[in-house]
């Protein structure tokens, strides 16, 4: 609250806009981002504009070698090895940027309607939101098997639905992953529903921003943006990993509110950029999956 006294300009107030207005913009694209769930933000740190770079390091291998205590009393010297491990890299280029920009005629109105502004705020987010999720569904084919899926299946059924998904299972407990993910189309979601191993019940709750529950030892996730690798009708990569495979950078900038030229209306406008890729390959696998119609519904 604004103590005795003090008063607000019209540019003061018209500063403070943009700021509230990127934060709410920002959030709505966390509710609703899912493959953006599934991918660690923890290399975020400090970005400013796209074409940063994000340098995540890596460790080397270490030599294991086998100790003989009956050589090692004839060695004058230590008879221990020792090595220097050679640091990897792995650049994660901030390379995507995508912008809003909305003209408001009766700025004034507007700025004292929240629920107007937090209403262009879900629909600047959920814009945004489709470009990342979009992109990050699309790496799927970067993982340990590259474009080669783990398990192709076009004959996908409720009966046959949990060995897919199983052998994926299966190919991460290999690695030695432990927090499983896995996303989902809604016709797969669908058929573990009518194989009784997904509850009505989990369909509800968190399923609005994507999360259904621990189902089949994965944190499964539904999103209607998994890649396709054509446009065939139930046709999906499925992608499953660790929550370390893939890194996420984001960052809203550049927001600011401006009065238009030759109109008397006033615009907010803001930057979004991001990258993200795989950074963990050996612990992503993917699913060429096809669904077929049930036939003992």
């Given at each position: ?28 694209i ?36 086998k ?10 010297e230590?008879?221990v090895?020792?090595?220097t ?82 052998e ?48 089949l ?39 600011e ?41």
């Amino acid at each position: 609250m604004p103590q005795a006294g003090m008063s607000f300009g019209n540019e003061e107030i018209r500063d403070a806009v943009p700021v509230i207005f990127a934060a709410k913009v920002l959030k709505e694209i966390e509710d609703k981002l899912v493959f953006g769930k599934i991918a660690t933000k923890e290399y975020e740190g400090e970005i400013n504009e796209v074409g940063d770079r994000v340098v995540i390091r890596g460790l080397g291998e270490v030599t294991i070698r086998k100790y003989d205590p009956k050589t090692a009393k004839t060695v004058p010297e230590d008879p221990v090895q020792y090595e220097t491990p050679q640091d990897s890299a792995i650049f994660l280029d901030v390379d995507q940027a995508y912008y809003y920009g909305i003209s408001e005629g009766d700025i004034k109105k507007k700025q004292s309607d929240l629920n107007h502004m937090a209403n262009y705020a879900e629909k600047a987010g959920f814009g945004l939101d489709k470009k990342v999720d979009t992109y990050i569904a699309s790496l799927y084919n970067t993982g340990a098997m590259g474009a080669t899926p783990y398990v192709l299946d076009a004959t996908v059924d409720s009966k046959s639905a949990t060995s897919a998904i199983g052998e994926l299972w299966d190919a991460l407990e290999l690695v030695n992953v432990d927090r499983k993910f896995i996303v989902l189309p809604s016709w797969l979601v669908l058929r573990l529903l009518y194989a009784g191993i997904v509850n009505a019940d989990d369909l509800k709750g968190e399923l609005k921003n994507g999360f259904i529950g621990r189902v089949l030892n994965f944190e499964m996730y539904q999103s209607n943006r998994c890649a396709q690798p054509d446009t065939t009708k139930w046709h999906h990569a499925i992608m499953a990993g660790s929550y370390d495979a893939i890194a996420f950078v984001q960052q809203l900038i550049e927001t600011e509110q401006l009065r238009l030229q030759g109109d008397f209306a006033s615009a907010t406008r803001g930057l979004h950029v991001w990258g993200s890729r795989v950074i963990k390959p050996k612990e992503l696998y993917w699913a060429d999956l096809q669904g077929v119609a049930e036939t003992n519904i």
